[in-house]
């Protein structure tokens, strides 16, 4: 199948989207996210840092070639009450004293504020997660994390052993949005799928480069559901549009670093086979080692009409840790 690209481009699926014939085998009771074979990763049983290790010096050029006016974006929403919480999670800020401390100094009278956050730091608002965040039972066996790691080798009651955020690399690359919410001309609805095609679709009608992507750069998609954050916060969380798995596919074939988008799971939910949950945190961040960042502001970067841009994310170094908070934002 061929698409209609920038003028004298014309993008093919076969060769976008590499490995596209490739069969994900079932071995019992497999998950058909992570097929066979799957680890150890291909950068050695004991890596810890999965598409990580695709960032580096070498990329931070492409992503300074692409800062044209200096505009800084934020593609993330800010903390506070009223966010939309996963259920079971909580988001809490007290001020112990008013002030906290002080008063220091005869003459100054120095005086101080601080504040007591209780909070699931790493999985709430904009975050992105660690690859010991998500395994999976495989055939009978598990739970089992990226390369292979049981969880006995990771989980403890005081953080991740293995595979936490902290293990993250810091993004200073090149990044790539995939306006499906343009396409569609408008929000999708809770449990609508994105697919390969839409995101080729997206590819072809933003007059993105040939090559669209290289390995080690960043996708966002925006699917609509980011508009609904606060106004639909209490419900936020009962389904949304996402990724299915053949669109996963499509991406962990290109190999970006990090995958991100506007909704909670990357992944659509409810998921298309109910047996099969969040079957892209399987392919992705499981099997490929590839970071999602999640709960995403992309209205802002879209209404700028740039589909490329200097992506720049600091994961904070919690150790043990199955995510972090924080702002990534756009330069333009």
Known sequence: MAYAGAPGQTLHRETLMPGANRKNTKDGMASPALGDGWFPSVWGRDDEIGAGNLLGPHKTPAAIRLVKTGQIVKLGFPYRKGMPLSPGHSFEL???????GGREGRRSRTVWNDDFIATEIGQIGTHMDALGHAGGACGGEGPLFYNGNRLEECWTPYGLKKL???????????????????????????????TA???LACVATQGLP????????????????????????????????GLGLGAAE?????????????????????????EIALPCHQHLLMRHGICLHEGMNLDDLAATGRFEFAYVFTPLPIVGATGSPGTPIAVL
């Open 164 to 194: 936490g955020i902290e293990k993250a690399q810091i993004f200073f690359v090149r990044g790539v949005l995939l306006d499906v919410q343009r396409l569609k001309g408008g929000p999708l609805a809770p449990g609508q799928e994105i």
């Open 94 to 100: 007290r001020m112990p004293g008013g002030p906290t």
């Open 197 to 199: 095609d839409d995101l």
């Open 210 to 241: 040939d090559p669209w992507i290289e390995p080690g750069d960043v996708v966002l998609v925006r699917t609509g559901h980011g508009s609904r954050f606060f106004s639909h916060a209490s419900a936020w969380y009962d389904g949304a549009p």
């Open 250 to 274: 499509f991406l962990s074939a290109l190999r970006p670093s990090s995958v991100g988008a506007d909704n909670f799971a990357i992944d659509l939910v409810p998921p298309v086979d109910p």
